[in-house]
Each structure stands twice: as C-alpha cells, then as structure tokens.
C-alpha cells in the first residue's frame, strides 16, 4: 500500500454567501489547493467531490470550470461526513496504485439543505412510519437528539450548562483569529448564556451555524511527494471509517462509535492519544466536544466539562480543540467541513497558523460523524 | 495491484414500484448477491451505494436494516453512471489492499427525479444563466439533445427512423426474456413507429423509462476468489473512467468521450473489440447504441444502422448489445443501472442467462456515460 501526503490545501470563505454558487466556491478552494501544492489542474488525475444535497453532480461542473482534462469525478454525499468521505476515497485512489496525485474538494450552500429531507415519506410508507416514530420522540431534529445528551451528562456527571457555554466561548475565541470562519465575533460566557434558546439548555451558540463554502485538499504518492519536495512532509498515517455497531450495545451514541473508529485509527498509525497535537471535531453541538474528547481517550470519563472550564482544550491547553474555531464558529457547509479540517490541520502541522499557532504540532486528529451515526478519523503528521 | 473479481450479483425487480421503499429494493438486491456469492452479511468489509436524488445517505439506510456491522458505507451521485461508479470505488477498495470484499450496490426510485434538479437556481446567479441558455437551444432535456443527435446521423449517413425503431424492438425481444426488466412485452416495428412523439423524431419507445429498482454486485481479492472457490472465476480486466476532454475537440459528443474511456480500457485488458462477445450500453436512447457501436469500435463508422437492421446486435448476431433489455427496456432507475448491467454480464459469463444466453461468451463490456458527459466502462472475462 503507497503512503500518502497531502500536496497542498485551500480554502473558500466560509459564511453566508447567497450571490456566491457552488460552483465558483468549489473553484476558489480548488485553485487555492494547486496554488499551494505548486501544481497545475492538468496535474490532478482522479477527483473526489463532497456536497449534501446539491443537486446533480456539483463535482462534475467545477472540473467543468477548471478545465476539461479527461479525469474521473465521483460526488460523494455522505451528509455531513462528505467531506472527509472525499478525502477518504482519495486517499485510496492513491492507495490502489493507479494515481499519484488525488483531490477531494468539499462544497456546500445552505440551499442545499432546503432539499435535505429528499420528497417527503408516503403516509404508510416504512419511511413515514420510522420518522413519526422519530418526531414523537423529538428525536428528528439534531437539537433535540443533543439538548438530551446534554441534559444526560448533567444528570450523570453533575455537570452545568456554562461548562458546555465555554465551549461555544473558546471556539469562537479561536474563530477569531482565522479569517475564512463563519462567525468571527468574539463572544462571552454571557452572551452564549442569554442568547436566544434553542431547544432546552441550547442557546443558539451551542449550535453550529450552517452556511456556504468550499475546501480542498490534495493528496499524493510518496514517489510525487518527493518529486515535489515537500518539506515538512504531511502524512496521512491513518484513515478510518465506521458505521454504528451492534457491538456497542443497544444504548450506542456517536461516542461510541468514535471510540472504535478512533482506536482504530491509533492502531493503524501506531500512536496513541497521548502522540497527538491537536484535534478537529465534530462539535456541531457543543456536548459533542466534550463527549468526543472522552471518547478519543483525551481524557477521562466524566470529566471533559472540567478540562474545558481549565482551559485545556483551548489553543496553549493540554490538547487543543477546533483550533479553527469548529462547526460551532468556522461553520459547518456540511460537504466542504471535513476538509476544512484537513485543511487546519495540515497548516498547523506546517506551522503557518500564525496567531492560532499551537506550538510544537506534530500530529493532528481530524474527527467528523454523520448522519447515520458513520464517523470517519485521520492522522496527519508532520515529517 | 490485487486483481479483483466478482463473486455474486443480485437484482430486485426494476418497475413502476410504489409502494417498495428505496431500503427494502436495495436489501433485496444485497440478499440476493450475497446468496450467489455464498457470503453473509458480515463477510462484507466495505460498502459503495449509487443513487440518484435519493435523499440522506440511503446506503447507509440500507445498510442499517441489513445489519449494524460497522463498516464504511459511502454514497455516490453520479447521476446516471451512479452505480458504475460505486462498482468502480468498490474495485478500487480492493485495488488499495485495505479490504477483500466490497459490495456495490445500486438503488432507484422514479421519486427521486422530482428532486432532479435541485434548488431552482436564483434569477441572475450563473446556474440561472446556464441553464437558460441552454432551454433557449432545446438542450435541457435528453429527448431534446438525443432527437437533434438522430436527425443529424439521418443527415450525415442516410439512415432511417424505422432503423432506431429496430434497436427498441430487439431490446424488448430481449428484455421479454429477462424477468427483472421493467418493459417486457414484445413490440413490433410498427409499435414503435406509431407511438405518440416525445421529440421528433422519436417516439416513446426510443426513450428510456425511469422507474423504481436495485441491483447489487460484491468485488473480492483474487485471495477471497479462491478461498471461495469461483468457477468458472469473472474477472474485472478494466475499470476506466473518463470525464470530457478538451483533447476531443469542441464538438465532442458522448460518444468521443466513449471513445477514448474505451480505448483506455482495451489497453487496461490487453483486448481488443475482437475479444469481447456482448456489450451492455448506456441505450437511454435509441441512437445511443449506434453511435457508442461505433464508436467503442464494433463496427465501422456510419454503419451501425445497417448492423441494426441486420440483426448483428441481437443475441446471435456479431456483437449482442443490451442482452437484458437494456435501459429501453429492462429499465433505467439511474442508481442501479450500472450494476444491473454488472448482474447481466456476468451471468452471462457464468452461461447462466437461459434463453437469452450468448453462446460461448468469454468478455463483456459494459459502458455508462452519465450527466456532465462522463463515461465509465468495465470488463468482465470468464477465466
């Protein structure tokens, strides 16, 4: 199996942008990404696109922009992991031998989203049946499903709702340093606390905001990446994919799935928890930072509201966190977000992070989950 | 590179199915490949799922209800070449030695194409521009595009109507022995010639249905191949993708990119036109088949009309095409398509198609192209 390295990534802005199309987006970060490999589109030979919902085949027309080369384009819609799926895939391409330099680009508008539920259930249908189920337990919406986990961690670990605030509070401090986030503005602990609620004890600030914007991220064979002579060299040293399990038990949540797709990802990097510099997660919610902190092995059971309220999952703590400023203040486009943070990770592994800067960063873990409860893990290291 | 061979293949019935959800035709497909395979559901290591429009993630939905197993679930939009592209990242998951048994699977379902075009576009964005130009040239709709390209043969080579007309009639007589096609019931000329217009000059039976349907192909290692003992073994000699290429000119047509996709895979098997004996096509139209005859090499340019009408193309003749029907006739629920022409090539190969067997069939090849103009085309060799 070749190892891969990742060439080069770019980025659109992430944000509400109604006159931007998915298309020109997609091209941005697509031309940001070769500017940054040092190659030209001719260069690239397969690509993968991640997009939620974005109508047909959104990949296919920013090649159409870039240039009509002749090269594969598989779209990719794996809901919020489409991104990360993207990259996945193209990390295999160059796995199989038959490319050396892959892209994934990820593109998302919150149009898209408009569409998300596909045409609505026939009433009768296995589908109708399994969503009424759903909504009369208010398990349908996102918010819901994470207010309870929410409330389930206060109760079980005696935890309160300013810990979880103080994720919100770090990640938008975080944000504000990085000009392609979403929402910038720093906020305080009050702000999080009075903002508007959501679904009980989310205020707005506990939930991502959702929004337009691409990413890319090229990956190469080693024989490329020596042709290219990247220094630092950033290896992809693991890539894993879950579903949920019926090993986990009849109780699993997406930590559970998080913990096996983490543990794989040590094993087939052969580090552990305590080898890796910072971490992107899927804190679409904040509980989830916290929930998938424990999970990761970062640290122990019950007590990540206290490493966040001791500031060290902030950038200069034990183990900085959406250094990026997160879904919760980078935003979350859906189809471009996993490789936003390959795109963090990969600049901080380099040292190019400049005020987010986390010193020393040697290996980064990049988490996204998605619907369906899939979690996809990467290892990227600095060689 | 491991070489990679098909180990089984199901199908669900391709129709107007409305009260089947996209789930319960994809886990029938699933089932049905797994008993040919001699597999059960955990043998499978990964998962590619093709749809068009279908919503959230429906191969992780199809999944869930076959078994939490926990593998990786990756759903591909590709339009009408969905599911030849999830048989294609299914060959590349082995290809890269990460796993030994991937399973492709296609699903369909006439609903999804309400969803076709996504959002409409916003009034002065470029998508609105786009496409606006292009219903002003009578170029947004296939029939329209497909009518113009069947005028323009009768132009150029003097072919008649009544010749498409025959490609319908002799894809019926071979979808009426196929039991999971979607048309089976025998049509003469005259039947066609005689059906209400669609887009001069072609009628309804020139052109595809949609419909509702699933099929399912499982790829393995040439290790897992003989751990299973495959006899006679279907082997994948090519797996080839290509998106439009500036290298065609600027009046490239589907049929240049066909061209070049298959010559790249005559190169990839070390064959030639000569060595295949039946071809499944992306027959969406009647005119496709001549022209993609053509130009994948089977017969000699501007020809393919007097090869119709002789009855090469028919099971018996030099080169049988679209042996189960063909999208004309056995259905083109877009997701599955692909895959259903993987299901027919390679019971053919195995010489278990009963009376629309192809005597003495060695290699197929299968050909797809799919919106933006892409083309995949694979071949199977009985070994």
């Given at each position: 199996m070749t190892r891969v390295a990742v060439a080069g990534v770019g980025m659109a802005p992430f944000g509400r942008l109604p006159e931007r199309s998915a298309t020109s987006l997609g091209v941005e970060a697509v031309d940001a990404a070769l500017q940054d490999a040092g190659?030209?589109?001719?260069?690239?030979q397969t690509m993968y696109c991640g997009a939620l919902l974005l109508g047909l085949t959104p990949g296919t027309r920013i090649s159409e922009k870039l240039g009509l080369t002749g090269i594969p384009v598989v779209n990719i819609d794996n809901a919020s992991a489409s991104g990360s799926s993207a990259f996945r895939e193209a990390c295999l391409a160059v796995e199989s031998g038959r490319v050396d330099v892959a892209l994934a680009v990820g593109v998302g508008k919150a149009d898209g989203l408009r569409n998300a539920a596909g045409p609505p259930p026939r009433p009768g249908s296995d589908q109708h049946k399994e969503t009424q189920f759903l909504r009369m337990q208010g398990l349908f919406s996102p918010m819901g499903i994470f207010a309870m986990r929410t409330h389930r961690r206060m109760h079980d670990y005696g935890s309160r709702i300013e810990q979880f605030a103080m994720v919100a509070v770090k990640n938008r401090e975080h944000a504000s340093?990085?000009?392609?986030?979403?929402l910038r503005k720093p906020q305080t602990l009050d702000d999080v606390m009075n903002?508007?609620?959501?679904?009980d004890p989310l205020t707005v600030p506990h939930c991502c905001p959702i929004g337009d914007g691409a990413s890319a991220a090229i990956v190469v064979s080693e024989k490329k990446a020596r042709q290219l002579g990247l220094a630092p060299l950033v290896s992809v040293e693991a890539s894993c994919f879950r579903s949920p399990s019926s090993d986990a038990g009849t109780t699993a949540q997406d930590s559970d799935t998080t913990a096996q797709t983490a543990r794989d990802a040590y094993e087939q990097a052969g580090m552990g928890p305590e080898d890796i510099s910072l971490v992107q997660v899927h804190d679409a919610f904040t509980v989830e930072e916290v929930d998938y902190c424990e999970a990761m092995g970062f640290c122990p059971e019950g007590e990540g509201e206290r490493w966040v309220e001791a500031g060290e999952l902030g950038i200069g703590g034990r183990i900085p966190f959406s250094t990026d400023g997160g879904l919760l203040s980078r935003g979350h486009p859906n189809g471009p977000t996993g490789l936003a943070q390959i795109w963090e990770t990969t600049q901080q592994l380099r040292g190019q992070s400049g005020p987010r800067q986390v010193e020393g960063a040697r290996a980064g873990l990049v988490h996204m989950v998605g619907v369906g409860g899939v979690c996809v893990v990467h290892i990227l290291k600095r060689n």
């Open positions: 190659l030209a589109w001719p260069d690239i340093k990085n000009p392609y986030a979403q903002a508007r609620m959501v679904s």
